[in-house]
């Protein structure tokens, strides 16, 4: 009896084990398909979000560094061909005064891209303040907004010290030299001029052109009221001196833009007062595009332009194109934004 019995135990236990392990798989199973609260993952809640993510853009880093050029005199085309690319990229950086009022249609702004300055600087290795005059030259037009190309003349040959400081410069420019000697000063000024205005022309150079003597003092909105200029454009300027106390004015006389009249310097009627133009060099600038132009401009041929005295040109037609001469800046030519101060030198050699 009692060997029988065992075995019956056995089975009976082997059965309830297997009954209960049953059950509780069928519980798991079926909890498994049951509904939680709160699921994992959930893209009712994504799209159920308000107002879209703000995602900011990666900073763009503009490298401001200087190119380094190698010593001597050289062409720097290649940096005007990409002057135009570089104000695309840096459009985004045009302050709001450049830019344009959003359009009725679109909404989108229009923007307008600045006008190349050319700024003609004769130099002298006889001015001892030569190096001086051309580091303060050289720091305004760096505050210039660009572009802005720099053309410094010197005489005979290329000065270490200039070149030196114009590298140095954050300011595009143009070092020319040339071989003739001059014992006039007005003449050597003129020529050293026209050196600048041939390669200009040579390389059609297109902007507002300006000459400023290195004892110029500038408003920085005098660079911005010449990009305006269409054709020609005059303006006043004040002489200073260190050792006398006054001022004295030349330019324009002017009825808001209309140039009516001309503050002059006093003329001796002498055979110098003669040939010379009486409006100074530095009170007028003008578009480039008047030196490779001759059929709009009045040039008989190009023929001439070659051995044509172009600075000559330039004082003529503004004093012939009154029509095309704008008086800057446009409220009656009344502020000064220019200013030319007379330090005595000591010239050597």
Known sequence: MGSSERPKKKVHLWKKATVHFLLCFIIGFFTGFAPTNKPSFSTNHVIATTGSPEISPPSEEISTKPVEHEHGNFDRSVLDESLAMKVQERSSLVPKEEKSEKSDKGGEVNLTPRRLVIIVTPTSDKDELRGVLLRKMANTLSLVPPPLLWVVVESQSESIEVSDILRKTNVMYRHLVFKENFTDVEAELDHQRNVALKHIEYHRLSGIVHFASLYNVYDLSFFDEIRT???????????????????????????????????????????????????????????????????????????????????????????????????????GCSKIMLWNLHIPRILTG
Do not use: Y
Not at 312 to 331: A, H, N, Y
């Open 229 to 331: 200029i269409e054709v020609f454009g005059t303006w006043p300027m004040a002489f200073l001196s260190a050792n006398r106390q006054r001022v004295k004015i030349e330019g324009p006389v002017c009825d808001s833009t209309e140039v009516i009249g001309w503050h002059l310097k006093s003329l001796n009627n002498s055979a110098d007062d003669v040939t010379r133009s009486p409006v100074h060099i530095s009170t007028v600038g003008f578009n480039s595009s008047i030196l490779w132009d001759p059929e709009r401009w009045g040039r008989l041929s190009a023929a001439q332009d070659t051995s044509q005295n172009s600075i000559k040109f330039v004082k003529e037609e503004v004093l012939e194109e009154e029509t095309k001469l704008k008086g800057i800046p446009q409220d």
